[in-house]
Structures are given as C-alpha cells and as structure tokens.
C-alpha cells in the first residue's frame, strides 16, 4: 500500500509539474521589478453573529506597493503584487426603532449614532494577471490572493454616553460590541481585485483599481463561551498607484 501510495503521489506531481514546465517553454521571460505608493478610500464592516444592524464604515488607507512581473504567456502577463498598507476598517452602526426610524436620545434630543474605526497595519499578496500594453498605453488586469493584517489601536465616534443610550427603543439592542475590546490582533483572509493601468516609458505606471476584502478571521473570541459566534472583516476599496520601474528586462 505505502509503494501504491508513493507511486500516485509521484504521478500527481508529475501532472502538477507538466504545466508549469509547458507554461516555461511557451512564455517569454520577464524579470521586471517596480516599487511605488498607493493611497484610497475603504467602505467596511464586521459581520457580527448576533446581527448588529450596520450601514457602510468609511476609512482611507495607503502605503507602499511592490510589482515583480515574471512571464508573459501569449496574450497574458503574469506578476506577483504586493503592499504594505495603513489601513482604517471598521463598523458604524444604523441605530433605527421598530418602525425604522433612527433612535433619538432623550437628553441631548439628537439621533445616536456610533461609529468604531479599527487601525490596522496589512500586507496582500497578489497574483496578478494583465492584458494590454506592457510598456506604453493601457493594460487591464486581475489580480487575487491572502491578505494578512495586525490590528494596531481603535477609536470611537458617538453622539451619547454608553449608559445613558436609548436602548429601550432600538429595533436591534445588541450593545456588546460598543465596550469590547478586540481580542484576536490578527487578521486574516482573502481579497480580488479589477483594475486599469497606463503606462508611460519614462513616468512609470499608473492604476486605478476595485477590490474586495472578506475576513476569514473574527475580531472576537468565538468559543461557545463567547458572545459572538461571528465577526469578521470586510470591505470594498476603491485604490490609485503609482509604480516606477527598478529593472526592466523588455525595452
């Protein structure tokens, strides 16, 4: 059994290997690498089991981009993405009565509102593939992969004091996630993106991208034990970079 066995793995990895070997016969070689900053505008929530009703968390974020392009493979050029961002994610909650309307607070007579924005230090890694122009002119790609992030610190925005909230009144009266603190640092998941890029021969390159985040990591403790089964990240990022070349094996 264990040779039967050694011998279905050997021919598993033969079959994995024959197309990365006729993607090396058939691609031309790249050995491009660029370097450059990003910056945009997140729309996110957490996706709390007991629901927490939510309207969209607005953020920036931004940081330094890395682009390793390897191959092009007929029509497709292939690269590997990669940043190192700063990043505001977040809930805010849509505090509405029974009758869907929003809750007004008997002592300052205004409609509470509360907003939590969690600072969050992420790496994604992406495979990238493009079609279009390489050096010069338009180029469209599509690019996915992990994302790992470490949350750094968090901030409130309300409108009334935590026990003096019209809680009485709400449709949804989950208030846990007001006072408790993150307890998982690490966050992790998935992210795609579409995007455009130009490219001039002695600027560089520029891109304009949409991309989607889902965490497959909770904020919070989800034991039996714990208060919320669910709560994880996501987000909708709308994003410019700027790429300048380092080395380019293609002129």
């Given at each position: 059994m264990k040779?039967?066995?050694?011998?279905i793995?050997?021919?598993i990895?033969l079959?994995?290997?024959?197309?990365?070997?006729s993607?090396?016969q058939v691609?031309?070689?790249?050995?491009d690498?660029a370097?450059?900053v990003?910056?945009?505008?997140?729309?996110?929530?957490?996706g709390?089991?007991?629901?927490?009703?939510?309207?969209?968390?607005?953020?920036?974020?931004?940081?330094?981009?890395?682009?390793?392009?390897?191959?092009?493979y007929?029509n497709?050029?292939?690269?590997?993405?990669?940043?190192l961002?700063?990043?505001q994610?977040?809930?805010?909650?849509?505090?509405?009565d029974?009758?869907?309307?929003?809750?007004?607070n008997?002592?300052?007579?205004?409609?509470?509102?509360?907003?939590?924005t969690?600072?969050?230090?992420?790496?994604p890694?992406?495979a990238?593939?493009?079609?279009?122009?390489?050096?010069?002119?338009?180029?469209?790609?599509?690019?996915?992969?992990?994302?790992?992030?470490?949350?750094l610190?968090?901030?409130?925005?309300?409108?009334?004091?935590?026990?003096?909230?019209?809680?009485?009144?709400?449709?949804?009266d989950?208030?846990h996630?007001?006072?408790?603190?993150?307890e998982?640092k690490?966050?992790?998941?998935i992210?795609?993106?579409?995007?455009?890029e130009?490219?001039f021969p002695?600027?560089?390159?520029?891109?304009?991208?949409?991309?989607?985040?889902?965490?497959?990591?909770?904020i919070?403790?989800d034991?039996k034990?714990?208060?919320?089964?669910?709560?994880?990240?996501?987000?909708?990022?709308v994003?410019?970079?700027?790429?300048?070349?380092?080395?380019?094996?293609?002129?």
């Amino acid at each position: 059994m264990k040779m039967r066995n050694r011998s279905i793995l050997c021919i598993i990895s033969l079959l994995m290997l024959f197309p990365l070997s006729s993607l090396a016969q058939v691609g031309e070689h790249r050995s491009d690498l660029a370097i450059g900053v990003n910056g945009g505008y997140m729309l996110s929530n957490v996706g709390f089991v007991p629901k927490v009703n939510q309207t969209f968390h607005g953020g920036y974020t931004g940081g330094l981009s890395f682009r390793y392009v390897c191959e092009k493979y007929f029509n497709s050029i292939c690269s590997i993405y990669a940043e190192l961002n700063y990043a505001q994610m977040g809930w805010k909650e849509d505090i509405l009565d029974r009758e869907d309307q929003p809750v007004i607070n008997e002592e300052t007579q205004q409609a509470e509102s509360f907003s939590r924005t969690l600072n969050y230090v992420q790496l994604p890694i992406f495979a990238r593939l493009g079609w279009g122009r390489e050096q010069k002119g338009v180029q469209f790609f599509f690019q996915a992969g992990p994302q790992l992030g470490y949350y750094l610190s968090d901030k409130v925005t309300k409108n009334f004091e935590l026990d003096k909230r019209n809680s009485w009144k709400r449709a949804n009266d989950e208030v846990h996630q007001d006072t408790m603190a993150v307890e998982n640092k690490l966050d992790y998941g998935i992210a795609a993106g579409i995007g455009m890029e130009y490219s001039f021969p002695k600027l560089g390159h520029f891109m304009l991208e949409a991309r989607y985040y889902y965490g497959l990591g909770n904020i919070y403790k989800d034991t039996k034990r714990d208060y919320f089964g669910k709560s994880n990240n996501s987000s909708i990022i709308v994003k410019l970079t700027y790429l300048f070349d380092l080395k380019k094996t293609k002129q």
